[in-house]
């Protein structure tokens, strides 16, 4: 159990539909990261949140969005879904914001759009 | 941009093989490596990172990496590997000089090691 905990595990929905995936980081870290991971581009960094702030963003569709909140859990909203959206979304947490803290990621929420 | 290459994408193995996972990176900066390890059902786990000095870095359960500037590469190895060592391993990178955790990961190598 590396402490970052999501929910939820399993999101079945349709087309054209939003969703909120939620990321609850390890007691005292302050960054939050969101990756992507589909069989056709692999593990793809989303964004990065640092204390509340948008520290660093990836390759992020518009249709997507994030926050961190001052509890420090984090949203990701996904909306105007399409079937391509499909995936496995990790959320991460590390101690700081930099390039050497190291990651801890949580088991991730499945995401199947029909 | 950056971007990582990981050669082999499954590789299977015999217990106590020596095990060799290639990763690529092209950044022309500073970079901070690392291994990610995902076992079956379970969420992914740091192995190891580099971040400076000695180049070869031990991480857990008996893996190491050695990082090898002029090629760019960062290659994982295992003297002798264990069923229990079946798992996805991902090759990350990290601009070092930028003030952000962000990684780039590689598309991953599948391990399957037969008892």
């Known amino acids: 159990d590396s402490g970052v905990t999501q929910t939820p595990k399993h999101l079945i929905t349709a087309t054209g539909q939003r969703v909120t995936l939620r990321c609850s980081p390890r007691?005292?870290?302050?960054?939050v990261y969101w990756y992507q991971q589909s069989l056709d581009q692999g593990l793809q960094f989303l964004i990065q949140?640092?204390?509340?702030?948008?520290?660093a963003k990836g390759n992020i569709l518009e249709r997507f969005s994030a926050q961190q909140f001052p509890d420090l859990h984090s949203e990701l909203n996904l909306s105007s879904l399409e079937l391509g959206d499909s995936a496995l979304y990790f959320c991460?947490?590390?101690?700081?914001?930099?390039?050497?803290?190291?990651?801890?990621f949580g088991p991730g929420t499945r995401l199947t759009v029909l | 941009a950056q971007s990582v290459s990981q050669h082999n994408h499954h590789v299977i193995l015999s217990e106590a093989a020596s095990l060799e996972l290639g990763c690529n990176y092209s950044?022309?900066?500073?970079?901070?490596l690392f291994w990610y390890v995902q076992y079956p059902g379970q969420h992914l786990q740091l192995l190891l990172k580099?971040?400076?000095?000695?180049?070869l870095v031990k991480g857990i359960k008996g893996f190491e990496a050695e990082f090898i500037k002029s090629k760019f590469s960062f290659n994982l190895r295992k003297p002798s590997v264990q069923w229990s060592d079946t798992a996805e391993y991902f090759c990350?990178?990290?601009?070092?000089?930028?003030?952000?955790?962000?990684?780039?990961f590689g598309q991953g190598t599948t391990l399957q090691v037969k008892p």
């Open positions: 991460a947490s590390s101690g700081n914001s930099g390039s050497r803290g190291e990651q801890f």
């Open positions: 950044y022309g900066g500073t970079v901070n």
């Open positions: 580099y971040f400076s000095g000695d180049p």
């Open positions: 007691s005292g870290d302050l960054s």
């Open positions: 990350a990178v990290n601009a070092g000089s930028s003030n952000t955790g962000k990684l780039i």
């Open positions: 949140y640092y204390n509340g702030e948008e520290r």
